[in-house]
Every structure is written in structure tokens, then in C-alpha cells.
């Protein structure tokens, strides 16, 4: 519902304009919003002007004109004054507060439409009778953004959002809970590639800092052609935020697509990721690997287990990494030079950090 504060801010615009005073009562005679005191007329006979079937009336200098919105009396509006103009004046302010109202009523429509199609509350036909009636585009790319944010309880993330994506170009802002806020996000049809969708992410991101200060995460889903699949990218977009958490904690932008293994061991019951570290390690699990054993193993990932290219890197001696290896070598009995043993201790230590966010483990 239209709020009293958005009323007031219409009819002292109208009274600026015009000179005439302007009051908007409820059902019950209450005043809503005014630009002048008007204790002087009697609101028994403004809450009867309701039952009255007559869209106005006057009485004495005060003018009684409806406001309706698909054929629901919402409220009394009183324009004080003699004359014709008067009259005018409040026809003016019923017409631009029920635009308002309807404005106001189809935007609500549409951020409830969208968290219900979000989270599959939605049957088939109710999606497209819904995007019919609130003019949204059925068959448009679309792909689901999640911005998450600790100080999302004021709504700077979400006004900030709305200040650089709008409903008239195909995007929609919402939510489902404090933690995140929801942009489904429409593209052309010939420009949503990866770049593209990085691009956006990239701006958030980009925006977020330099407008508030804010270090947000961002993560999306993929590309769906048509609007009952927005659920699917938001639940691509939701696993991508928690994977993004647990393997990749370093990236402030996470996207389904690139999640690779991680997506499978994130879907692992936590069992048989149990099962899976004491086959790998046996009684020799690493409980916990210094700094510099960490950069090692991950720079010799990085590199493609090439030695050479690694000690340079690391501005180490040829012999010193080879020693770095061979210790986790004896300590684990797997050899990271072995293309093999390498690709095993590296999906261990994804699954033992996954048990971690899962449980708390000091594997």
C-alpha cells in the first residue's frame, strides 16, 4: 500500500502548484496527509461520503471526491475552496494518487512475483498469467546475481543496486533473506557471454567499494532463455556463493560455471568425505600445513607440477623445492610430481576444507 509519507510529498507538490488546500482522509475519516488544518469539517460526514454512491460532493467550501484503484475505494480527498477550479483541482490529485497507488501496488506485485518464481512457489501457468499481468518478458536471457553484504540490514545495497540497474531495461531487484540481495539480470540477445556476465559482477563489485565503501561477494548462475528457469540460475548462483566460500575464499566474484570440482565434493555427503581422507592419508592426515608449505604446493599447482618454473617463481633453488616435496612426500606418502598422486592430494585437501565448513573438523 501506498505509504502516508509518499501522499503528503504529492498533494504539497499540488498545493505549491495550484494554492489550493488538499487533504486525504481513510475509510474511517482519519486524515492520511494535508496541507491544512481542516478540524472544521465533520468526518462522520467524510467516512458517510463513503457508502454515498456518488464519486463527489460538496459541502459548504470542502470538496469530497473519491479515490479509487480497480474499483476499490481507497480513500476520501478533500480539496478546500469555492469554484470550478476547485474541483479541477481535486479531480488532478485523485488521478496522481491513484497512478501512485498503482505504481506503488504493481511494484510490490512484482518483488513478490519475483521471490515467489525464485524460490519454485510458482505453478506453470501462474507464471505467465503473473508475467502477462505485471509486463514482464517471458522469453529474454536472463541470469541470477547474488550480492552478499554483513550490512545489508539499512538497504544501502539494495538502493545502490537500484540506482544502477532499472525495471524499464529488464532487470529486477529483490530478496529472500538479510543476507543477500537478488538481481535477476536481462541481457540481449546476442551479448551474454561469460566477459559479459563477468563484466557486470565486475561493476558491482567495483561500484559497491567506490560508492560506499563496501566489500561485497558477488556470484551468479547461468544464462536461462526463459523466465520459469530464473529459479535454476538462482540456485546455481546460491551454490556458486557457498562453494565460493569454502575453496575459494580469495575471490570476491564466484561463478557457477567455474566452479569445477569443487561443485562435485561441495554435493559429497560428509561420510564418505571421511571415507575418502582416511583412504588417501590413512593414520597421516596433515592436521595442519605452515604457510610455506601451502604456497609451495599451490604455486607447483599453479605451474602445472613444473619444477623448474616453480623455484623461479618462489625464488627458491631448484634443490630446495625438490626437499619441500619429498617432506610432504614422507608425511603423506603421496609424490605431487606424479601427475596422479598430485590430482588426489589436491581433491584431499578440497574435501577436508569442505569438512571443515561443514562440521569443524581439525583435519
Same mark, same amino acid.
Given at each position: 500500500?501506498?505509504?502516508?509519507?509518499?501522499?503528503? +510529498?504529492?498533494?504539497?507538490?499540488?498545493?505549491?502548484?495550484?494554492?489550493?488546500?488538499?487533504c486525504v482522509y481513510d475509510l474511517n475519516?482519519?486524515?492520511?496527509?494535508?496541507?491544512?488544518?481542516?478540524?472544521?469539517?465533520? +468526518?462522520?460526514?467524510?467516512?458517510?461520503?463513503?457508502?454515498?454512491?456518488?464519486?463527489?460532493?460538496?459541502?459548504?467550501?470542502?470538496?469530497?471526491?473519491?479515490?479509487?484503484?480497480?474499483?476499490?475505494l481507497l480513500y476520501?480527498?478533500?480539496?478546500?475552496?469555492?469554484?470550478?477550479?476547485?474541483y479541477m483541482v481535486g479531480k488532478i490529485a485523485v488521478s496522481q494518487i491513484q497512478n501512485l497507488a498503482i505504481a506503488y501496488k504493481e511494484r510490490f506485485d512484482r518483488n513478490n512475483f519475483f521471490q515467489n518464481l525464485i524460490m519454485d512457489n510458482l505453478l506453470l501457468v501462474d507464471i505467465y498469467n503473473r508475467a502477462k499481468k505485471?509486463?514482464?518478458e517471458v522469453t529474454v536471457p536472463r541470469a541470477v546475481y547474488l550480492v552478499e553484504t554483513k550490512l545489508e540490514k539499512d538497504g544501502l545495497v539494495t538502493e545502490l543496486l537500484k540506482g544502477m540497474f532499472s525495471s524499464q531495461a529488464g532487470d529486477y531487484i529483490t530478496a529472500v533473506d538479510e543476507s543477500c540481495v537478488i538481481l535477476i539480470k536481462s541481457f540481449a540477445q546476442e551479448d551474454y557471454s561469460y566477459e559479459s556476465l563477468m563484466a557486470v559482477a565486475d561493476t558491482i563489485v567495483g561500484m559497491m567499494n567506490a560508492e560506499a565503501m563496501l566489500n561485497v561477494r558477488v556470484s551468479f548462475g547461468t544464462v536461462i532463455q526463459e523466465l520459469k528457469d530464473v529459479s535454476k540460475s538462482?540456485?546455481?548462483a546460491k551454490m556458486a556463493l557457498d562453494v565460493g566460500k569454502i575453496f575459494y575464499a580469495e575471490k570476491d566474484i564466484v561463478a557457477y560455471s567455474t566452479l569445477g570440482i569443487g561443485r562435485l565434493i561441495y554435493q559429497l555427503p560428509i561420510n564418505l568425505c571421511r571415507i575418502f581422507v582416511e583412504e588417501v592419508f590413512g593414520g597421516n592426515v596433515p592436521l595442519e600445513l605452515d604457510d610455506e608449505t601451502l604456497s609451495t604446493i599451490n604455486k607447483f599447482?599453479?605451474?602445472?607440477?613444473?619444477?623448474?618454473? +616453480?623455484?623461479?617463481? @618462489?625464488?627458491?633453488?631448484?634443490? +630446495?623445492?625438490?626437499?619441500?616435496?619429498?617432506?610432504?612426500?614422507?608425511?603423506?606418502? @603421496?609424490?605431487?610430481?606424479?601427475?596422479?598422486?598430485?590430482?588426489?592430494?589436491?581433491?584431499a585437501m578440497m574435501v577436508m576444507n569442505y569438512m571443515k565448513y561443514l562440521d569443524g573438523l581439525d583435519y
Open positions: 500500500m501506498i505509504t502516508s509519507q509518499v501522499i503528503q +510529498t504529492s498533494i504539497d507538490e499540488l498545493k505549491a502548484i495550484t494554492k489550493v488546500d488538499l475519516g482519519n486524515v492520511i496527509a494535508s496541507t491544512a488544518d481542516m478540524s472544521d469539517l465533520n +468526518t462522520n460526514l467524510v467516512s458517510g461520503f463513503g457508502d454515498s454512491p456518488a464519486d463527489s460532493q460538496v459541502i459548504g467550501a470542502y470538496h469530497l471526491l473519491k479515490i479509487w484503484d480497480e474499483g476499490e476520501i480527498l478533500v480539496a478546500k475552496g469555492v469554484g470550478n477550479d476547485i505485471l509486463h514482464v538462482y540456485k546455481e599447482f599453479e605451474n602445472s607440477l613444473n619444477v623448474s618454473e +616453480t623455484s623461479r617463481q @618462489l625464488f627458491v633453488h631448484r634443490n +630446495t623445492l625438490v626437499y619441500r616435496i619429498e617432506k610432504i612426500q614422507k608425511s603423506t606418502g @603421496l609424490d605431487l610430481r606424479n601427475f596422479d598422486d598430485a590430482l588426489t592430494f589436491k581433491i
